[in-house]
């Protein structure tokens, strides 16, 4: 009979399952599910495929979605935020809490922002501030894991996405 995968028996798996749920998830909420929603009004309601359409689709997962759960994720769990960057007191879990609650504060409106025009354009500023200033400062520190690496990656994709939606949107008007 197998043994269930533990981090006693297995600690490079058990590390390997983490990384790849990691990225599994980034994948999921920066590709998959903006590209299925797009597809799906495409088909349904009979609309364009334009920056306008990307972008409230990219806001609502990129923006909203994932910044809303990893919100969560930093304020109910903040020793697992600590791991990954190295920090070793347990003082770092009150600033890990509250950048979780800035995190679904932006979420939040990323989220509503599918149902408000005038909301997308504001989240999309804020994105692409908190997305490209987030992208540059890993650019600058030395990627010590595989979390940081995709972090970084995520970041300026989702940077680059958001930035590209804003210009559009804004000559579009």
């Excluded at 005038?118 to 804020?126: C, E, G, K, Q, S």
């Excluded at 490209?132 to 680059?160: P, R, Y």
């Amino acid at each position: 009979m197998e043994q269930p995968l533990t981090k006693t028996t297995n600690d490079i798996s058990v590390k390997y399952s983490k990384h790849n749920s990691f990225l599994l998830l980034n994948v999921c909420i920066l590709f998959v599910l903006p590209l299925l929603s797009i597809t799906g009004e495409i088909i349904f309601e009979h609309e364009l495929f334009t920056w306008m359409l990307i972008g409230k689709w990219f806001v609502f997962w990129a923006t909203g979605i994932r910044l809303f759960t990893a919100g969560i994720s930093q304020s109910s769990n903040p020793a697992f935020t600590a791991r990954i960057f190295k920090m070793k007191t347990h003082e770092s879990h009150i600033v890990i809490r509250e950048l979780g609650f800035a995190n679904i504060s932006l979420g939040v409106m990323g989220i509503l922002s599918v149902i408000n025009d005038h909301w997308r354009i504001l989240a999309t500023i804020t994105g692409c501030l908190f997305f490209g200033l987030a992208g540059i400062q890993h650019m600058f520190k030395k990627s010590e894991n595989t979390h940081e690496m995709i972090a970084m990656i995520g970041d300026l994709f989702v940077f680059i996405i958001l930035l590209s939606y804003l210009i559009s949107a804004i000559f579009n008007n």
